[in-house]
């Protein structure tokens, strides 16, 4: 059911379609669509005409592998292949080698007429393009295989010299990265040879003057102190017997002496035939135990035949002193002075004892602190083991070096070489003049749809009755047709004049700017390829 409050014009315009209401404004507006549309689509044709041709340039450059078995020779430059182009990148790109070649085939001369020569080096750096080339990781030849240099500019010629300028200096600049690298590497492990040779030399006469110093008390020399200190125990027992038998010969002199003193004479032979016979007991006695070079034999030898030679001079003076008596003075001599003997034998015994006990301490002494010395020359002999060690790490690091240096003399190792040089391009790279025709188009028509949605909405005029009666309750009576009046329609006109001379000045203003700011701005034709293409 409708309302009844509601205008019948109101209903009717709510059935109006989307295409009449367009239709309408169409009709009012299609000078300003088509002006804006103009305007825009010319500044674009205008910019896309005029922007200069961008020429793009590369250079394939191979890595070229190790060219030695790595067994056999190990390289001296192992950094990443990565790295090394940074740093090589970093070379080749430098302020030197950059103006060098900006001097050379002239190169932004609009920059360098300006200004000093690094903006053109700025620019030239932003035209420079790296691309990587590498195969799977999982392979057995991973990573980098070759790289892609790339340089943008405006002559094809030149920009193709410049690239293949580039790609020399990238050869050349590994080339000699990997002799300094080579060379310096060889120069620091010389270094550090010397510093460990001389640390090793030292670490011998440290080892040297130990063995010096605690001779007897090394750990190897323990048997040898062990069987010493057995003979001299030996020699103390030895000792021992000789000066108890000493003692106990001692006694029986003195017993003898005694009883020589106390009796006659005539008991004194059979005294003396005693104490002989006693004598040559002990002495078969010692030979049973010893040969005939030990002291004590031939002591007790001597002992024998220097109191036999006594008994037989007592013997002959027997008969000159019977007229006397009986006399036993001179046996009482012998016997002091055998006892005197024996006295001076105890004692050279007692001094060979304290000799030999010395000698028994000191090769205690070395026994025992052999642990102590092991263990300080273990602390040793691992310094020096270590040092050795790294000796000869260094050593055989230091002959790979050499070796590698020599084969990167010899152009042997990882190089790089220009497997497809640069040639000049038959046609530009930028700028995409299709595609920036398509945008234009598109923007064109965006702005014109956007001047009519303005004027629109600045509009505040009622166009039809319908509008009016949608707008407002208030009933309209009656509409009056447009009057057709001379002289409004020599206005019109006129306005109609001025309007499209405004716009064709607007569009040469805009024309014209849009070729001046297009015309040569090399720039803008690198903005519009994209940075890094």
């Known amino acids: 059911m409708s309302d009844p ?11 109006r379609s989307v295409i009449e209401v367009a239709f309408d404004i169409w009709s009012r507006r299609k000078w ?51 790295t090394r182009l940074q740093t090589v990148s970093q070379e080749v790109l430098s302020r030197a080698r950059l103006a060098e070649l900006v001097t050379r085939f002239d190169l932004y001369p609009e920059v360098t007429r300006r200004g000093p020569v690094e903006g053109a080096v700025e620019r030239m750096r932003k035209d420079i393009h ?3 080339k590498s195969v799977e990781q999982g392979s ?42 080579a060379v310096n590497t060889t120069q620091v492990l010389h270094a550090q040879l010397d510093d460990v040779k001389k640390r090793l030399a030292a670490q011998e ?6 063995r010096a110093q605690h001779t007897g008390e090394l750990p190897e020399q323990v048997p040898v102190n062990l069987a010493t200190l057995e003979r001299l125990s030996t020699r103390l027992q030895l000792n021992n017997d000789a000066n108890m038998r000493a003692l106990e010969r001692r006694t029986n002199l003195m017993k003898q002496l005694a009883e020589v003193e106390a009796t006659s004479t005539a008991a004194a032979p059979d005294t003396k035939q005693a104490q002989l016979a006693k004598m040559k007991r002990e002495l078969r006695e010692l030979r049973a135990r010893f040969t005939e070079r030990y002291p004590d034999v031939s002591r007790l030898k001597a002992e024998i035949a220097a109191f036999e030679e006594t008994m037989a001079e007592a013997g002959e003076a027997e008969a000159a002193t019977t007229e006397r008596g009986p006399s036993s003075r001179p046996l009482a001599t012998q016997l002091r002075a055998a006892i005197e003997e024996v006295n001076a034998e105890v004692a050279a015994l007692k001094t060979e004892e304290g000799r030999v006990r010395g000698e028994i301490a000191t090769y205690q002494r070395r026994t025992e602190s052999a642990p102590q010395r092991e263990k300080e020359f273990q602390e040793l002999a691992r310094d020096y083991d270590a040092i050795k060690e790294l000796y000869t790490s260094l050593l055989r690091k230091y002959e790979d070096a050499q070796l590698a240096g020599s084969m990167e003399q010899q152009q042997k190792g990882e190089q790089f070489r220009i497997l497809d040089p640069a040639i000049p391009s038959n046609k530009p790279s930028a700028p995409n003049r299709v595609r920036i025709l398509a945008f234009g188009i598109i923007a064109a ?72 700011l297009a015309e040569g701005n090399y720039l803008l034709a690198a903005a519009l390829a994209g940075g890094g293409s």
């Not at 240099?149 to 002559?155: E, I, Q, S, V």
């Not at 790609?167 to 000699?176: C, D, I, K, P």
């Not at 009755?465 to 309209?476: G, I, K, Q, S, Y």
């Not at 006109?493 to 064709?504: C, N, Q």
């Open 32 to 82: 300003v669509a088509l002006a804006v549309f103009v305007l825009v689509a010319s500044i674009v044709v205008s910019v896309a005409r005029f922007l200069p041709n961008v020429y793009r340039s590369t250079a394939t450059v191979l890595v070229e592998r190790y060219q030695i078995s790595e067994s056999f020779a190990r390289p001296a430059v192992t950094i990443e292949l990565e």
């Open 205 to 210: 006469s440290r080892i040297r003057d130990f």
């Open 445 to 516: 028509l965006g702005a014109a749809a956007a001047a009519v949605a303005l004027a629109e909405h600045l509009d505040t005029t009622f166009h039809t009755v319908d509008h009016l009666r949608a707008m407002t309750n208030l009933p309209v009576l009656t509409s009056i047709p447009l009057l057709d009046i001379a002289g409004d329609r020599w206005r019109e006109r006129r306005r109609f004049v001025l309007v499209a001379v405004a716009v064709l000045l607007a569009l040469g203003v805009a024309t014209g700017a849009s070729r001046h």
């Open 140 to 181: 057995a030849r991973g990573g980098t295989i070759a790289f892609i240099l790339g340089y943008r500019g405006r002559d094809p010629q030149v920009v193709a010299a410049v690239t293949n300028a580039l790609a020399s200096f990238y050869v050349e600049e590994n080339s000699q990265l990997r002799e300094r690298q």
């Open 130 to 132: 790296l691309e990587l």
């Open 5 to 15: 409050f509601m205008p019948e014009s109101q209903a009717s315009m709510k059935t």
